[in-house]
Antibody, heavy 124, light 104 residues
Framework: QLQLQESGPGLVKPSETLSLTCSVS??????????WGWIRQPPGKRLEWIGN???????DYNPSLRSRVTISADTSKNHVSLTLTSVTAADTAVYHC????????????????WGRGTTVSVSS | EIVMTQSPATLSVSPGERASLSCRAS??????LAWYQQKPGQAPRLLIY???TRATGVPARFRGSGSGTEFSLTISSLQSEDVAVYFC???????FGQGTKVEI
């Protein structure tokens, strides 16, 4: 059974860089039919897609965050990482990682397995 | 950006009764819509994808319908374990509705 577990610092100072890891167990991130994504939910707001990475390392980012986001994958450790630079209080949120599954026979991807999320606060 | 709007914000239903949730897209998304259930402290759980296909292990009382811009999720006979927040998501470009809280 596939499980995803987010980890990282719970508190980051403004202007610094946020780094999170999504550890995947029960399956490989090196899968042709899957993307791996990051989503966040600020307090009292709706979920916001951050970006995805596929098996080849190709990435796709939310345009509103593209200048500050990097998603990478380490197949040897079977984990996916998120880096967000120059954080502000607006980046305070619960951060989730998720697997995206391809909807056959199409090339659209929905999020079928999620992690519980990790809370990140941006404060000095 | 495709904006997803859910209604109502909160839905109170008696056990055994039907719960009907709505989700509207600001432009046509065909059937590229998923529904999720989230309980406090838990990971979101996929219920429906392709607007109407139940995910593995999802009880038959959950039914999704719609296409284009109008979608719905129906819980035919509400159980106590169905108390949760439900949100819709379009996966053309991955935006989410604001959620509907279902309570008993």
């Amino acid at each position: 059974q596939l499980q995803l577990q987010e980890s990282g610092p719970g508190l980051v100072k403004p202007s610094e860089t946020l780094s999170l890891t999504c550890s995947v167990s029960g399956g490989s991130i090196n899968s042709y039919n899957n993307y791996w994504g990051w989503i966040r939910q600020p307090p009292g707001k709706r979920l916001e897609w951050i970006g995805n990475i596929d098996y080849s390392g190709r990435t796709d980012y939310n345009p509103s965050l593209r200048s500050r986001v990097t998603i990478s994958a380490d197949t040897s450790k079977n984990h996916v990482s998120l880096t967000l630079t120059s954080v502000t209080a607006a980046d305070t949120a619960v951060y989730h990682c998720a697997r995206l599954e391809r909807e056959h026979p199409y090339f659209y991807y929905y999020m079928d397995v999620w992690g519980r999320g990790t809370t990140v606060s941006v404060s000095s | 950006e495709i904006v997803m709007t859910q209604s109502p914000a909160t839905l109170s239903v008696s056990p055994g009764e039907r719960a009907s949730l709505s989700c509207r897209a600001s432009q046509s998304i065909s059937t590229n819509l998923a529904w999720y259930q989230q309980k406090p402290g838990q990971a979101p759980r996929l219920l429906i994808y392709g607007a109407s296909t139940r995910a593995t292990g999802v009880p038959a009382r959950f039914r999704g319908s719609g296409s284009g811009t109008e979608f719905s999720l129906t819980i035919s006979s509400l159980q106590s374990e169905d108390v949760a927040v439900y949100f819709c998501q379009q996966y053309y470009s991955w935006t989410f509705g604001q959620g509907t809280k279902v309570e008993i």
